[in-house]
């Protein structure tokens, strides 16, 4: 059953997937994008010759030169600069960045904790699997806004100011990682319910094979793809969180800011011509998401028909 | 009955979050006084307001208040938070209502066209955006319809509720023009979100139904096309679509919070982004107990709803008391 | 069938749509915070005084020209330099109907002077207050008080027997988060009255038809409507449903201007905004180097010179500053050109200076800073920060809500702070007297100076006008040679309104709608 393990990339390769992404210009296009966005992300600091968040070479007088092509532009700042005289490219992709690290930090985390959770309900059933369940209702009717406010509001009361500054990024990553996770824990538990009474899985714990190895050796796997799906989807509905969070003022602080911090704080010279500074980092930040979507909803109608 | 007593459990659960928050998230008595108080003043304070009292007395008392309502003075506009909360009830609830209205309307009829036209080029617009919508945040939204029919446009305001009329207790800006034109703005940018959903849900309803057996048969008997669609599978595919709704009506409540920042709509969410904000605990747990209420109330309301709606749920019911 | 429908709906439209033109002349008021409570002598703050100020009247009031003339009192005179008296108005009535007597008077004063009052401090002086007969009025002071009549000036009156009956004998207690009957409702002698008050949202004001004074104004109606974001701010005026703005955000200034229908008025405002460092501590609380670099003048000296003021105000204030050189602006009486002169802006200097000092690598300290009470506040911390860090000093930059960063520098948690100071008197005994006097309570730098201070007392009790300007002068010239605070600018304030809506502006940023007039 198991021999054909060790070339999972090339099964992946000569499967439906790569045959049905091949075939489809909407999953290249947008895999293609996030490409780009995610290594301009990244490296950021070998792509822009601009560190906009060191204050000491930033120059007051640069302040909102226009983007290049318009009458004023220069040609060092190709989106031109904010009311801080910061590059607005660098800008962005260093707020790109910290949307990325929040959006899938608070996924990974959404994911380990809830397959953790629906793989072992699934497997052990019983009075466990209900609390799980339960929990997972309860959890389905808060909305993700409400909860993350909640979780910054009470952080901020345990926690002092300064402390807050910096654990800011992880209480927003805890906030949105958990209003995600009953996702994950409903289709693990599915898949599992399914696998738990396959002859293999039996057969393995007559010859006394350990729980936690039939979990993670033989069922996991089965639900790799339905929690692919979801991650994805709820990387894009993660990095929208995040910019709302940080939209409302309640998301990462200011002076490292993500995208959403970044519209906020252009809003304010929307009506005054500067339209740069708010328009760059909404656009980057509907593509970001519209590609993500996009790749998403390609993996739901291949990966899981089910889903669909 | 099981459910109500489920009900009465999320509801004291959540009232002991509340509670804890305000007792453990710093000390009451520092949020209430100057720092010139003196030590004695503030002993004085705790006894009075019963902080010395054994927890589950404290506890108890919290919960009798809470449903009568009070939730003590708010820190940063030292009202009482029961005043403050009753005043914005109304602006949120119609924000809401119009919102749910929009969404579940236009996402019905939507969504069946998709699901019947399956391959139209029409179809796959509707779906693109649809996509796109759930990529835009609502905030982005919002400035967007601000900027293009309040500033540019000039024919819708960009804030606030225009003028309200009082019925008693009760401010409701459905009576005057300028308060059925502010709310064009932000009930359309709330209920976006959820119309996405709606018609995805819907649509994969349809298309579900739409090839299961019995539709099969009503075609073979010559059943006209528009029949079948109306009548037999849509009336099938609404069961969902209530469900989502009424799970939807708690998203909107705390995706109003949003759009009343955006537009400056004075309702319960303004209210409580300022407090966090300002980390105001009693609005914040006020807030918390309000909308577990709500959500409460809905999943009573969606359970009544499903009873009626789906016969096989009734059978099984009566079987089972019976 | 499906046709009929579609012309209701379009019926309905265009009902919804259509110009809705009001007969009554009402001005539709926005500004980002609103009045925190109507009782006016709960809180001696900005909104809330502008809010008071058209309802209710004090003895003397500033006219349009910011001059000292008659209101509920038509003309005073001061026996000896310790009694005055003041002669009322005999057709006073308040806007219920009842007349207004020096019961009324005494009654308010005293009220002021309670302990929960927020201007007990500010008429200290005053020590006893009695009614001659029905309009005249006995007050007297416990030292010679050259600024009485400034002082009067913000001190309401409110009427004696609405209080009583109402139980708001007592000025609201603010701090304890009281709720009395007189900070929801007012009943003033001014030409509006308040007929509808929801707090944060809406505020309406109807004409006292019962008003003493020569009505030179047309409204029938004021309606207050904060609006917090800016930018909505701005919408809301640029698609009509405001009529005035008076804190125009400065970014979008050209714009108003530019939409054919609005204008937009500026003038210097009696507010200065500077910068704050502790120079008493031993320790900064946000340093890393272990002692206090503030406590030396250079170092104080190097952040001033490393600041280019000229660049805050042409990207920041977008020309809408006057660089300022001490923390007082012309027309106060002691301000002076020369000393409004700024040091130079020297990043060369600045180096030296601090390197000089003992600090050739900088060191680290928080900048604390309002994010929503002056004008682009932020905006020139931020700068500030960027600036500072070009001469090695790395500076953490902490901006928060007014109400809390007030607070925390009252509870002497600031290192360094941005501030803005305005002088309601008219003197620099005012700015003396809460920022540099030793302990005063808005001197969070502690500085102290017994030649200031000795100053101050001449400056409260002399009455020979020429010394008394003698001592400001000095006064003025210790602190400046001190760099006891670190001077920005002198803050201008925008109102933009339609161009049919005429509310003259005012420097103080208090609009008078008694002068106002809707064309």
Known sequence: ?308 | MKRLFQSAMVMLVVAFVSFSLFNFVGDPINNMVGEETSDEERAELRDTLGLTDPIHIQFSRFVVNASKGEFGISYQLRRPVSELIYERLPATIELVLISALIALVSGTLLGVYTGINRKGFLSDIILAISLLGVSLPTFVIGILFIYLFAVILGILPSFGRGEVVNIGFWSTGFLTLSGLKAIILPSVTLSLFQMTYIIRLVRAEMMEILQTDYIKFARARGISEKSIHYKHALKNGLIPVITIAGINIGTLIAFSIITETVFQWPGMGFLFIQAVQFVDIPIMSAYLVFIAFVFVMINFIVDILYYFIDPRIRVKAEAVSG | MKFKNFIKILLAFLIIFAPSNGIAKTIKWSMQGDSLTLDPHAQNEGPTTQVSRQIYEALVTRGLDMSIGPQLATKWKAVDPNTWYFFLRDDVKFSNGQKMTSEDVVFSILRAKQPTSDFKEYISTISGVKAIDNYTVQIKTSKPNPILLNQLSNIFIMSKKWSTDNFVIAPQNWDAGQETYSATNALGTGPFKITLREPNTKTVFKKNSKWWGNVEHNITEIQLLPIKNAATRVAALLSGEIDIVTDAPVQDLNRISSSGGHKVESTPQMRTIFLGMDQAADQLRTGNTGDNPFKKKEVRQALYQAIDIEAIKKKVMRGLSEPAGIITFPGVTGYTKALDKRLPYDVGAAKKLLADAGYPDGFEVELRCPNDRYVNDEAICTAVVGMLGKIGVKVNLFAQTKSKHFKELKDNQGDFYMLGWGVPTLDSHYVFHYLYETDASWNKVNFSDAEVDAAIRVMEGEVDLDKRNAAIAKAWKIVRDNIAYLPLHHQVISWASKSNVDVPIRPNNEPLFRFSKVN
């Not at chain 1, 090339?10 to 210009?25: L, N």
């Not at chain 1, 639900?223 to 989807?233: A, E, M, N, Q, S």
């Not at chain 1, 011509?273 to 930040?285: D, K, Q, R, V, Y």
């Open chain 1, 1 to 308: 059953m198991d021999n054909r393990k060790l070339t999972w990339f090339g099964r992946v390769k000569d499967s439906d997937i790569y045959y049905s992404f091949i075939k489809s210009p909407t999953a290249i296009v947008s895999t293609f994008i996030l490409i780009i966005i995610f290594f301009c992300s990244f490296f950021v600091e070998f792509v822009t010759p601009y560190n906009p968040f060191d204050p000491s070479s930033l120059s007051l007088m640069d302040a909102f030169t226009p983007p290049s092509w318009t009458e004023d532009g220069l040609a060092k700042f190709i989106l031109g600069t904010d009311g801080q005289g910061r590059d607005m490219l660098s800008t962005i992709l260093y707020g790109s960045r910290i949307s990325l690290i929040v959006g899938f930090s608070a996924v990974i985390f959404a994911l380990v904790l809830g397959v953790g959770l629906g793989l072992s309900a699934g497997y052990f059933g019983g009075k466990y699997e209900m609390i799980v369940m339960r929990l997972t209702d309860v959890q389905l009717t808060v909305p993700s806004i409400l909860m993350a406010l909640l979780v910054d509001g009470i952080a901020r009361g345990i926690i002092t100011r300064e402390l807050h500054d910096e654990m800011a990024i992880y209480v927003l990553i805890f906030a949105i990682g958990i209003s995600e996770w009953p996702q994950f824990a409903r289709v693990s538990r599915a898949a599992t319910l399914v696998e738990k009474n396959k002859d293999y899985v039996s057969a393995s714990t007559i010859i006394g094979v350990s729980n936690l190895i039939i979990m993670f050796k033989h069922i996991l796997p089965n639900i790799l793809r339905p929690v692919l799906v979801i991650g994805t989807i709820g990387l894009a509905l993660a990095i929208i969180a995040e910019a709302t969070l940080s939209f409302l003022g309640v998301g990462v602080p200011p002076t490292t800011p993500s995208l959403g911090t970044l519209i906020r704080l252009g809003n304010d010279f929307l009506f005054s011509g500067e339209w740069w500074i708010t328009f760059f980092p909404a656009i980057f930040l509907v593509v970001l998401a519209f590609s993500i979507n996009l790749l998403g909803d390609w993996m739901r109608d291949t990966l899981n028909p089910k889903l669909n």
